[in-house]
């Protein structure tokens, strides 16, 4: 992803701020320490509560952060932090427990019961947002369910983790301390409630229409949508919106989908691509025309500089081609002469979406087209196999350092694509990624 170093890093350094802040706050006034593995137990819980209340600002779609990291970079932080936060904060009790075993009667119903209760909740909690986040699918939940759950797992830990703390009262005793760590969790519980019902509120004068629900090569279907009643959406190819569809925009059923029409036809038309592949995803050849939609975006920075003389390199593996479409239409649409190389990578030559519009834009683009595939016909004389640094000797320019790469596909394959590209000498920073396996 595209972003200034300076200011990433000061979001880092904001975001690690915040994260010790409760912390800071519990050792002030002369708390008299009770030996080294209880505090450091004692400094993990907070830290972890604090990361657990942090997590909506990485998954709350503020431009304002993403433009430092791009928003599928913060949610890929946000997925793998979550397991460090998980950690920290049940490594707390075990640590404490092993340290001095008298602090077990927290757990002991018969001392307290509703202590007892809630924080074993919060213990089966922890697990089971680790576990359905990390194999949703083996859970059979599909993504509407998991993020209701998600959602209401993280609010019930970060709610009974902010009560224990003050129940117990050791370290924010005084008025001042308690006051600063409600507000900070009432601060992170604001950015759910912002992004799950103020953002809908004002999105709910803001429909769109579909228009078109068509069939593409590749077993794909396009969505075409207009705006209804207003001045639509403008964005940048490669672009991605938070689609959901139907009547009201107050839906678990939100996903998120790259733009495939050109940026020159916005704000007029808007279209999204979409393969049949689970969840939501399978039922869009049923969506009728016609039926309402609402949109919130654009996001991301997966976008090719304005400069015609900057190269453009696109490696895309099956639906991972939609963003880059947006990127061909709209630098056919606006005659740019720069030079782009396509890498293609697909099972099989029926499975290769836009087929026949690529081979169109060979000639409007200076573009150059390498279909790879796994299962090619007897007769087929191009690339085959799967993605390797072999290959990308074979088919990228010689002047590899001056292009600009676009990688965007399954995760085995965009691993192998930017360790491969960072070996042959392509510097970090001109390798942008977009992952469609956020969740």
Same mark, same amino acid.
């Given at each position: 992803?595209?972003?200034?170093?300076?200011?990433?890093?000061?979001?880092?350094?904001?975001? *690690?701020?915040?994260?010790?802040?409760?912390?800071?706050?519990?050792?002030?006034?002369?708390?008299?320490?009770?030996?080294?593995?209880?505090?450091?137990?004692?400094?993990?819980?907070?830290?972890?509560?604090?990361?657990?209340?942090?997590?909506?600002?990485?998954?709350?779609?503020?431009?304002?952060?993403?433009?430092?990291?791009?928003?599928?970079?913060?949610?890929?932080?946000?997925?793998?932090? &979550?397991?460090? &936060?998980?950690?920290?904060?049940?490594?707390?009790?075990?640590?404490?427990?092993?340290?001095?075993?008298?602090?077990?009667?927290?757990?002991?119903?018969?001392?307290?019961?509703?202590?007892?209760?809630?924080?074993?909740?919060?213990?089966?909690?922890?697990?089971?947002?680790?576990?359905?986040?990390?194999?949703?699918?083996?859970?059979?939940?599909?993504?509407?369910?998991?993020?209701?759950?998600?959602?209401?797992?993280?609010?019930?830990?970060?709610?009974?983790?902010?009560?224990?703390?003050?129940?117990?009262?050791?370290?924010?005793?005084?008025?001042?301390?308690?006051?600063?760590?409600?507000?900070?969790?009432?601060?992170?519980?604001?950015?759910?409630?912002?992004?799950?019902?103020?953002?809908?509120?004002?999105?709910?004068?803001?429909?769109?229409?579909?228009?078109?629900?068509?069939?593409?090569?590749?077993?794909?279907?396009?969505?075409?949508?207009?705006?209804?009643?207003?001045?639509?959406?403008?964005?940048?190819?490669?672009?991605?919106?938070?689609?959901?569809?139907?009547?009201?925009?107050?839906?678990?059923?939100?996903?998120?989908?790259?733009?495939?029409?050109?940026?020159? &036809?916005?704000?007029?038309?808007?279209?999204?691509?979409?393969?049949?592949?689970?969840?939501?995803?399978?039922?869009?050849?049923?969506?009728?025309?016609?039926?309402?939609?609402?949109?919130?975006?654009?996001?991301?920075?997966?976008?090719?500089?304005?400069?015609?003389?900057?190269?453009?390199?696109?490696?895309?593996?099956?639906?991972?081609?939609?963003?880059?479409?947006?990127?061909?239409?709209?630098? #056919?649409?606006?005659?740019?002469?720069?030079?782009?190389?396509?890498?293609?990578?697909?099972? &099989?030559?029926?499975?290769?979406?836009?087929?026949?519009?690529?081979?169109?834009?060979?000639?409007?683009?200076?573009?150059?087209?390498?279909?790879?595939?796994?299962?090619?016909?007897?007769?087929?004389?191009?690339?085959?196999? *799967?993605?390797?640094?072999?290959?990308?000797?074979?088919? *990228?320019?010689?002047?590899? #350092?001056?292009?600009?790469?676009?990688?965007?596909?399954?995760?085995?394959?965009?691993?192998?694509?930017?360790?491969?590209?960072?070996?042959?000498?392509?510097?970090?920073?001109?390798?942008?990624?977009?992952?469609?396996?956020?969740?």
């Amino acid at each position: 992803m595209k972003y200034g170093l300076g200011r990433a890093v000061f979001w880092a350094l904001s975001y *690690l701020a915040l994260v010790l802040a409760p912390l800071a706050v519990a050792y002030q006034g002369g708390i008299e320490p009770r030996g080294f593995w209880i505090e450091f137990s004692v400094a993990l819980g907070f830290v972890g509560l604090a990361m657990f209340g942090w997590q909506f600002v990485l998954t709350g779609r503020f431009r304002r952060f993403g433009a430092s990291f791009g928003l599928d970079s913060m949610l890929q932080y946000h997925r793998q932090i &979550a397991i460090v &936060a998980v950690g920290f904060v049940l490594a707390h009790p075990v640590i404490l427990f092993a340290a001095d075993p008298t602090y077990l009667e927290y757990l002991d119903p018969r001392v307290n019961l509703m202590r007892a209760l809630a924080l074993a909740g919060v213990l089966g909690a922890l697990l089971l947002l680790m576990a359905t986040s990390l194999w949703r699918l083996s859970f059979g939940l599909s993504y509407e369910r998991w993020r209701l759950l998600h959602g209401v797992l993280a609010f019930f830990v970060l709610l009974v983790g902010v009560a224990h703390v003050i129940q117990v009262g050791y370290y924010i005793s005084a008025p001042w301390k308690q006051v600063t760590v409600v507000g900070m969790s009432a601060a992170a519980v604001f950015l759910l409630v912002n992004t799950r019902f103020v953002r809908p509120w004002r999105n709910r004068r803001r429909p769109w229409r579909v228009q078109e629900v068509r069939p593409e090569q590749g077993e794909a279907w396009t969505l075409s949508l207009v705006p209804d009643g207003h001045e639509g959406m403008r964005f940048r190819p490669g672009q991605f919106a938070w689609l959901t569809l139907g009547p009201t925009p107050f839906s678990m059923q939100q996903n998120p989908y790259s733009f495939s029409s050109s940026a020159e &036809a916005a704000p007029e038309v808007i279209e999204f691509t979409v393969k049949p592949e689970g969840d939501f995803s399978s039922t869009v050849s049923e969506v009728e025309e016609g039926s309402t939609a609402f949109l919130e975006g654009p996001f991301g920075y997966f976008v090719p500089e304005s400069d015609p003389g900057q190269g453009s390199v696109m490696i895309a593996g099956g639906v991972g081609i939609t963003p880059m479409v947006s990127m061909l239409r709209t630098l #056919a649409d606006r005659a740019d002469e720069r030079e782009c190389l396509l890498i293609y990578l697909n099972v &099989a030559l029926d499975q290769v979406i836009f087929l026949t519009e690529l081979e169109g834009l060979k000639e409007r683009l200076n573009l150059t087209v390498v279909h790879v595939l796994e299962e090619p016909p007897e007769d087929w004389e191009g690339e085959t196999g *799967l993605l390797d640094k072999e290959l990308l000797v074979r088919t *990228l320019p010689e002047d590899r #350092a001056g292009q600009e790469y676009f990688v965007c596909g399954p995760k085995p394959m965009m691993d192998i694509a930017e360790t491969s590209l960072i070996e042959l000498g392509v510097p970090q920073r001109q390798i942008l990624t977009e992952r469609f396996d956020m969740v």
